[in-house]
């Protein structure tokens, strides 16, 4: 008999979350000990790359309940909504007879109410920053983290610093365990290793380019990624800065005229959001992204798959994926200066560059595989199927 798991996916898009939980559900369902089912707000991308997979997918909208921004009267105004999304999930899960339910991140929680409701074993995927971000969460960062430990019968969270975040907010430290995001590898798009098997990340035959793959948002840095490339240009003026991702007009225009405002406008490319991010990194030579809330950073290990050196801060899990001095730099967030010389070491050296993206690649292919990930989730759930039967066993004793 195989171990209902149902995921719970605030979005039908492929994002960053996103691609994490298909690789978890496509390949747990490859297993053959898990059934593995999926819940979508709407048809979309994931939802046809998980059929794809044989992974069976429901509709079921879900909304930022519990984790959102606080204002009175729009939660008054889309409290039915949720109320009713709650029952939904309740529904479901009582007609599917569901063993393990697995909300792919703490923005929707309706699912995790559901499963409290009927004593169903609850894992949520924890995979942002609260402390530093700008919303104005539910009460508080520290409530907010706190609700979802409430719900959670186990916390993955997706890096060390993560975790810490949540025990300072008060949570529980034998819920929340540490389990990084995998990488799988693309041949098709990898960048080929060239003579003695380093990858050639600065050809000095062409422009070079420092790209970020990233939504072009405040907590992500782009304006201090901007400023830093106007300071590398005064010394490399070939230089050219692609940045692939997608974001609130209006925070996209305010990038835009800043570095129109610095005179370097005409040296960016704006690729805008694009569905699969991987062509483009093979036409980088450096990759940078100073967030200033990076809970894991999924590009920075997308970077050295694709052997390149990357470049992110000490605000958040990047420190975990990058080591800085050998597979690229680590600089304090915020800080344009800093991370413009962080470039300009590794763009001014070849061979540099060519080491430290050699040495991100097989970081990545050691460190973040998808056998580590996949055995550490089930041993997740070995664990709380193993309690939910000792509870049971207990009750029918009394």
Not at 89 to 106: M, P, Q
Not at 127 to 148: A, I
Not at 180 to 209: I, M
């Amino acid at each position: 008999m195989k171990i209902r798991v149902l995921i719970i996916s605030h979005s039908s898009g492929i994002y960053g979350s996103e691609r994490a939980l298909l690789i978890l559900a496509k390949n747990l369902q490859k297993s053959g000990i898990y059934d593995v089912n999926v819940t979508c707000p709407e048809m979309g991308p994931l939802v046809r790359e998980l059929v794809h997979h044989d992974v069976r997918t429901i509709r079921l909208p879900t909304h930022s309940c519990l984790v959102t921004r606080f204002r009175t009267a729009r939660t008054l105004v889309t409290l039915p909504l949720y109320l009713r999304n709650i029952y939904r999930a309740y529904d479901l899960f009582r007609s599917g007879d569901y063993d393990i339910v697995h909300c792919n991140t703490n923005v929707s929680l309706e699912a995790a109410v559901a499963a409290r409701m009927l004593n169903l074993p609850v894992v949520i995927h924890a995979r942002e920053l609260l402390k530093d971000n700008p919303t104005n969460f539910f009460s508080g960062w520290q409530k907010s983290y706190r609700m979802v430990d409430y719900l959670a019968t186990k916390v993955i969270c997706v890096s060390n610093y993560l975790r810490e975040e949540m025990l300072e907010a008060g949570c529980s430290s034998e819920k929340a365990t540490v389990i990084y995001n995998c990488f799988e590898k693309n041949t098709s798009t990898l960048r080929q290793e060239q003579g003695n098997g380093a990858s050639d990340n600065v050809n000095v035959d062409r422009t070079p380019v420092i790209g970020c793959v990233s939504s072009i948002r405040p907590r992500k840095g782009i304006t201090t990624l901007v400023r830093s490339f106007a300071i590398v240009r005064r010394q490399m003026p070939d230089v050219k800065l692609r940045i692939v991702g997608g974001g609130p007009r209006s925070y996209l225009r305010h990038v835009k005229r800043l570095a129109k405002k610095l005179h370097v406008h005409e040296h960016i490319d704006f690729s805008g959001q694009v569905t699969d991010a991987s062509p483009y990194y093979k036409n980088f030579s450096v990759f940078a992204l100073p967030s200033y809330a990076e809970a894991f950073g999924r590009v920075y290990g997308e970077a050295g798959l694709h052997g390149l050196p990357a470049i992110g801060t000490s605000a958040g899990g990047a420190a975990e994926i990058i080591e800085d001095g050998v597979t690229g730099r680590i600089v304090p967030p915020k800080d344009s200066e800093a991370l413009a010389q962080a470039i300009l070491e590794i763009l001014s050296d070849s061979e540099l560059a060519s080491q430290m993206g050699r040495r991100a690649r097989e970081r990545v292919e050691n460190y973040f595989t998808v056998r580590h990930q996949i055995n550490r989730v089930m041993r997740v759930y070995d664990e709380l199927l193993f309690q939910r039967r000792k509870k049971m066993q207990t009750a029918a004793l009394q």
